[in-house]
């Protein structure tokens, strides 16, 4: 099957319709209310500090330079908003983790009338959450690792450095939120890049899906629990079979 990022794109908007199924509202209200919470106070504390910053670059920007304000303000913003949504996106699903994966659970239930081989229990999500949390850990790990260069380029290189790390944030969306179904079937970390890495388009098109969605105000409060959905199909109709031939 040829990969198509359209493809993963279409996975991130099936997941919004997902939600609506019977069976799966009780394990939405936590991780939208950890997204409401999480995005108001992300949204108050950026919009706060955003125009302390401006006022600070429009006195050190000299005089003969003024003629690029129009240039550099709208790149600036591309570049910040991307980077303040995509840092609270991670901070939202460190807290939802293990809340995530029960919506997964549940979502691949709904999705194909099957689901993990586990028990899905509030006991269980309890006894798992240590591990649980340092996969998120792990994870976050390897952001920060990776950030850094393509942050430099995105903060020094006009049009260029923002795309790429668009295109960086939605290959580490992808990453976030497949964990959720890959993780219910016992794939690891490695193994879950690999097989997306197999799939490198349609997982890209999921993930940039993601990542424009979560700019969007308001819609950027369902797009965690959206998307765990939307990738529990995507692994149930495209990386299964892709993790099955490794």
Do not use: C
């Amino acid at each position: 099957m040829p990969s198509n990022p359209a493809t993963g794109a279409l996975y991130m908007l099936r997941g919004i319709g997902l939600l609506t199924r019977p069976g799966l509202k009780r394990y939405v209200i936590v991780p939208l209310l950890v997204n409401i919470i999480v995005f108001s106070v992300g949204i108050w504390l950026g919009a706060a500090g955003f125009e302390r910053l401006m006022e600070r670059m429009e006195a050190n920007i000299p005089t003969w330079l003024d003629w690029l304000e129009w240039l550099l303000w709208p790149l600036f913003v591309i570049a910040l908003l991307v980077i303040v949504f995509y840092s609270f996106t991670l901070v939202a699903n460190l807290i939802a983790a293990p809340f995530n994966g029960l919506l997964a659970e549940q979502a691949e239930r709904v999705a194909t009338g099957r689901s993990p081989a586990t028990d899905t229990d509030w006991g269980r999500m309890l006894r798992e959450l240590p591990g649980t949390l340092w996969d998120e850990v792990r994870k976050i790990l390897y952001a920060v690792f990776w950030s850094l260069p393509f942050l430099i380029i995105a903060l020094l290189v006009p049009l260029l450095g923002p795309l790429l790390w668009f295109l960086f944030s939605a290959w580490l969306l992808t990453l976030q939120y497949v964990d959720y179904p890959m993780g219910n079937h016992g794939l690891k970390f490695r193994e879950m890049r690999a097989t997306l890495h197999r799939r490198r388009l349609v997982s890209l098109g999921f993930g940039a899906a993601a990542a424009g969605l979560t700019m969007i105000p308001v819609v950027n409060f369902v797009v965690m629990p959206a998307a765990v959905a939307g990738a529990t199909l995507m692994w149930t109709r495209e990386l299964a079979a892709v993790a099955e031939r490794r």
